[in-house]
DNA sequence: ACGTTGATTTCGTAA
DNA sequence: TTACGAAGTCAACGT
C-alpha cells in the first residue's frame, strides 16, 4: 500500500463526471491497483476512487507536474493531478485474514424461529429457510386454525420487503396441499410507504424488538 | 488527518459485533475523530470503521501494548490493540472544498421534464414528481388523446424500475379520473431483463440519450 | 457468469 | 428534523 499526501485536483468520468477542485487530501493507492481519495472528513467512503481491477500509468503533464491515470474495467477513469506532495510511503501489509461478523439479520431470523408466537397469537414453526422455486422464505409457520402463514424477516422494513413477501405468497398460493397461505411483515422497524403497501395487499406488519427477543432467549439478560 | 500503519487487532461491538485478527493494516484516524481501519485489498469500504461523531481514546494495555478505544454516539465501540507500529504520521489536510456531480437522475429527470415528446409522439407535462400513497411518480404526462402517461426514470434501467412503475400503474388505474393510465419506462440504459418484463406487462421502453437531451437543452452544445 | 439480497450501508433532497 | 430513495453503491451467496 501506497500512502501520499498532496495537494491534488482529481477528475472522474465514468458512469458520471465528478471533479475535485485542487486541495489537500490522502491519495491511497491499493496493492491491487485500486485507488481511494480521501479528505479529513466525511464517513468511510472516499470523495472519489476507482475500484479494482484498474491500472495506474504515472505521468508528468504541463509544468512538470505529476499526473496519474487510472483506467477502470469499464472504460472509466480518474485523474489525478499532483501539485505538492507533502508524504510519500509504501507499507507491506500482507494479505489480511478478514472480518468476523455476528449480529446480523441471519441472527434475527434464530430468534423469530425460536419465538414464533410473537408474530402472531398461537403461530408455530413449521421451518426455517422454507423452500420455493425462488428462493427460501424465511419462516413458514401454522396458525391455531391450521393455515399456512409465510414470514418475511428485515432488520428494516422497506417496500422492496413486501415486493419479495408478495412473489412468495402468489407462488405458495398455487399449491394446493398450503392455500390458503397468508403473510406476515416483520422487521425491527417498518417504513410507512412500505406498511401501506403491505396492508393494500392484505399482508399483516409485526414490529420486532430485538433486545425483548434476545432476553427471551437468553434468560440470564431478563430483568426480572 | 494521522496515518498509522500497525499489526493491529479490532474488536467492534455496537449494532452487530464484529473481529478483526492481529494483521497489519492501516489505521486512519480522520480530524473529526473517525476511525477507518483499512486492509490492501477490498474497495473502498474499511475492514471495520467508527463514524463520526465519535471520541478516541489512547490507552495501554498489558505488556505495554497500546489500545486505542473509539466510543460512538450511540454507545458503539471499537477496540483497537496495536501490536508492532510501523508508520505514524500527522498530516493537516484543511478543509475540502468537497465534490462536483453531474449526470445523476434528477437531471436527466430535468432534461425529460423540459423535452417530453421525446418519449413519445406529441406528449406533454403534467408535472414532476406527481404524489401518491406509495411514492411520487417521476413525470405524469397527456398524449394526444387526453390519456393519461405516468413516466418512471432510471439512468439504467433494470427489474426494480418496472416494479416501481407497475406499483404506480395499479394505484393510479384505480383513479377514475385518471384511468386509464399507461405507462413509460425510460433510461439511458436498459437491461434486456427489464425490457421484457416491460413489454410483458404493457409498459413501453424509451432509451434516452443524454447528451442529446443536454444538446437540445443548451443551443450552444449544439454540434450543429 | 449472473442474479439476488443484505449492509455498522452512506448520501442527498424534499416534506 | 425526519423520511425516503439512489448509489460510480460493495460483497456474499446461490444458480
Chains 1, 2 share one sequence.
Request: contains cysteine; proline residues 6%.
Amino acid at each position: 500500500m501506497r500512502l501520499v499526501v498532496a495537494r491534488c485536483q482529481v477528475d472522474y468520468a465514468g458512469r458520471l463526471t465528478a471533479h475535485l477542485p485542487m486541495a489537500t487530501r490522502l491519495v491511497m493507492v491499493k496493492n491491487d491497483g485500486s485507488v481511494l481519495v480521501h479528505s479529513d472528513g466525511g464517513s468511510y467512503k472516499p470523495l472519489n476512487w476507482m475500484s479494482p481491477p484498474c491500472k495506474v500509468v504515472e505521468g508528468t503533464g504541463e509544468d512538470g507536474v505529476a499526473e496519474w491515470l487510472v483506467t477502470g474495467r469499464e472504460g472509466d477513469t480518474l485523474r489525478i493531478l499532483l501539485a505538492d506532495v507533502l508524504h510519500d510511503s509504501a507499507h507491506d501489509l500482507g494479505v489480511d485474514p478478514g472480518l468476523q461478523k455476528d449480529g446480523v439479520e441471519r441472527h434475527l431470523q434464530e430468534l423469530l424461529a425460536d419465538h414464533p408466537a410473537t408474530l402472531g397469537e398461537g403461530l408455530s414453526l413449521v421451518r426455517r429457510e422454507f423452500p420455493t422455486a425462488i428462493g427460501p422464505v424465511d419462516l413458514m409457520c401454522r396458525d391455531p386454525q391450521g393455515g399456512s402463514v409465510a414470514v418475511e424477516i428485515k432488520r428494516r422494513g422497506e417496500i422492496d420487503g413486501v415486493e419479495q413477501l408478495t412473489r412468495y405468497l402468489e407462488l405458495l398460493n398455487r399449491d394446493p396441499t398450503l392455500r390458503p397461505v397468508r403473510g406476515i411483515f416483520a422487521a425491527q422497524e417498518i417504513k410507512p410507504q412500505a406498511r401501506v403497501l403491505a396492508t393494500d395487499r392484505g399482508i399483516a406488519c409485526a414490529v420486532v424488538d430485538y433486545d425483548a427477543l434476545r432476553g427471551m432467549d437468553d434468560p440470564a439478560e431478563r430483568l426480572f
